[in-house]
C-alpha cells in the first residue's frame, strides 16, 4: 500500500500541430539486368579476357561489345595491364560477399504527409484531434513562421526511425534494410491541426503529487512535459476550502469533510475505506470529477439501471451542474460521459430522462460572452444551459435523478498540496441524500444571486 497513488484529476493540453507534403529522394539497393549481373559476378572471381568472356557467355563480337560497352563507360568495368577485362573498386563495391548479388543504391523519389506539433517539433498522428475539452498550449510564433525549416530539420534528423515505425508507408527495400535519406526536396505547409495529450494527476498515501513525465512516443518529450508543467504550475490557485465547508453544512456531508484537516488531505484512510467498501454507509467515496474514471463507473452502472418512465408520467430530468473552475470540462472524458448520457436518454421505445447540463459563466461574461466561452471550450452544446457562477462559488459539481440517484464532487484548491483541483465527493442511492441534495441544487437553479440577476440563465 505504501507505493499506492490515486489519480484524482486528468487534463487534455491541445498542441498546435501542423502537417506538412514532405518530397524526398531515398537511397534503395536494386539489382541489375540478367546479363550486366553475370558478367559482372564473372569478373568479381577473377579478370577475364574478351575471348574467355565471349567463350563463357556465347557472345560474338558484337553482342560482347554491346555487353561490356554500358559497364566501362560508367566505370564500373576497365582493361588491367595485363589486357583483360576487371571489376574497378566502384563496382566490387556491389558485392558484400562471394555469394551476394551485385546490387546498387539508386535514389527513389517519394511524398509523404508527415505532422509536427509546434511545441518540440516531434512527429506524431495525422489524423485531427478537435480543438475541443483541452487547455490549447501556446507556441512560439517565430517558430511557426519557420516551420517549414524546422520540419525539414527533423524529418533529416529521424528520417530512419520515422521508417522503423512505419510513419512513411510502406517503403521496399531489397532483404528489408532500411532506406538511407538521400535528398530532402520541397517541404510544404498544408494545414494546422490539433494534437492532444493527456495529463493525468496522481498523488500518494503522503499527499506528494506525482511529477508529470509524457509517454516515451516523443523524440523531444522534455519540450512537451516543460509546456504542459509550465501551462498548469504557472497559474497559482487560492485555497477554497471555506467556501466548500459551507457546502458540507448545507449538505450535511459526512463522506469527505472527516478526511480533510489542516488543508491537508488524510489518503490513507480515504483509500482505507473505500477498500472496505460501504455496506455501512448510505454513500461510495469519489475521487477525481464526476466524469473521471472512478465516479464515472458508479454513475452509468445506475444509469443503465434505470427503468422507463411511463407515458403518463411526468418527465424527469437528470441534472448535472458543472464546476466553476479551469480544470472542469477539460477532458476527452467530459465529452464522453456527457454524449452517454444523451444515448441512454432513451431507447426504441422509452424515455428515461432529459438531460440538462448546466454550464458556470463567471459574472463579467454573463451578458454576451459566455456562450462564445464555452462553445470554445466544449463545442458541441448540445443540452447545455448556462448559470451565473456556480453551486457554492462555482467549487461544487453535481449529477442527480430525483428518486433515483446522486452524484457530488467537491474540486477542492489546496495549492499546498496540488497545482490543480483535488475532486472528492460520494455517490448515493439513500433517499434522505438524495433528497437533500437536489432540493439545495433547484433552490439555486431557481434562485438570483441579486436583483435582476437570477442563477439560471438559459440557453447560450
Not at 41 to 64: C, T
Not at 313 to 341: D, V
Not at 399 to 420: G, M, Q, R
Amino acid at each position: 500500500m505504501e507505493n499506492t497513488s490515486i489519480q484524482f484529476n486528468e487534463v487534455d493540453y491541445v498542441v498546435p500541430t501542423e502537417t506538412f507534403s514532405v518530397e524526398y529522394s531515398y537511397l534503395s539497393k536494386q539489382g541489375f539486368p540478367f546479363v550486366k549481373e553475370f558478367l559482372l559476378k564473372v569478373l568479381y572471381i577473377s579478370p577475364l579476357s574478351k575471348f574467355e568472356i565471349s567463350s563463357f557467355f556465347g557472345f560474338n563480337p558484337r553482342e560482347l561489345a554491346t555487353a561490356i560497352e554500358e559497364p566501362i563507360s560508367k566505370g564500373e568495368i576497365v582493361y588491367s595491364d595485363e589486357g583483360k577485362l576487371c571489376l574497378t573498386t566502384l563496382a566490387k563495391g556491389y558485392f558484400s560477399s562471394l555469394d551476394d548479388k551485385p546490387m546498387i543504391e539508386k535514389p527513389q523519389s517519394r511524398t509523404s504527409s508527415v505532422s509536427f506539433e509546434l511545441v518540440g517539433f516531434n512527429k506524431v498522428k495525422n489524423h485531427h484531434e478537435n480543438w475541443h475539452t483541452g487547455l490549447r498550449l501556446e507556441i512560439n510564433h517565430e517558430v511557426q513562421s519557420l516551420s517549414e525549416l524546422h520540419a525539414r530539420a527533423m524529418f533529416t534528423k529521424h528520417f530512419q526511425q520515422l521508417v522503423e515505425r512505419g510513419e512513411l508507408g510502406v517503403i521496399n527495400t531489397h532483404d528489408n534494410s532500411l532506406p538511407s535519406l538521400y535528398s530532402v526536396d520541397k517541404v510544404t505547409r498544408k494545414k494546422t491541426i490539433a494534437h492532444r495529450v493527456r495529463r493525468k494527476f496522481e498523488i500518494d498515501l503522503d499527499s506528494r503529487v506525482k511529477p508529470f513525465y509524457v509517454d516515451k512516443i516523443y523524440e523531444n518529450d522534455e519540450a512537451i512535459t516543460q509546456a504542459i508543467s509550465q501551462e498548469t504550475d504557472h497559474i497559482r490557485l487560492g485555497c477554497n476550502v471555506d467556501s466548500i465547508s459551507a457546502a458540507w453544512d448545507i449538505l450535511e456531508d459526512m463522506s469527505v469533510s472527516r478526511f480533510i484537516k489542516n488543508k491537508n488531505i488524510d489518503f490513507r484512510g480515504m483509500i482505507a475505506e473505500i477498500a472496505a467498501g460501504s455496506f455501512d454507509k448510505p454513500y461510495n467515496i469519489l475521487v477525481g470529477p464526476l466524469y473521471g474514471k472512478q465516479p464515472w463507473s458508479a454513475i452509468e452502472s445506475c444509469v443503465k439501471k434505470l427503468k422507463p418512465q411511463k407515458k403518463t408520467q411526468k418527465q424527469r430530468t437528470l441534472c448535472w451542474i458543472g464546476a466553476n473552475t479551469r480544470y472542469w470540462g477539460m477532458s476527452e472524458g467530459f465529452n464522453k460521459a456527457k454524449e452517454s448520457l444523451i444515448n441512454y436518454q432513451t431507447n426504441k421505445k422509452n424515455t428515461h430522462y432529459e438531460l440538462k447540463v448546466y454550464l458556470p459563466c463567471d459574472e463579467q461574461s454573463v451578458e454576451n460572452q459566455a456562450g462564445k466561452i464555452w462553445k470554445h471550450k466544449l463545442g458541441n452544446m448540445l443540452c447545455c444551459e448556462g448559470i451565473r457562477n456556480g453551486l457554492f462559488d462555482g467549487n461544487v459539481e453535481v449529477l442527480f435523478l430525483e428518486n433515483e440517484f446522486a452524484a457530488v464532487s467537491y474540486h477542492l484548491s489546496l495549492p499546498d498540496l496540488s497545482p490543480v483541483h483535488i475532486p472528492l465527493g460520494y455517490f448515493t442511492t439513500d433517499q434522505r441524500l438524495v433528497a437533500k441534495l437536489a432540493k439545495v441544487a433547484n433552490e439555486f437553479l431557481d434562485g438570483s444571486s441579486a436583483y435582476d440577476k437570477p442563477n439560471l440563465i438559459g440557453k447560450l
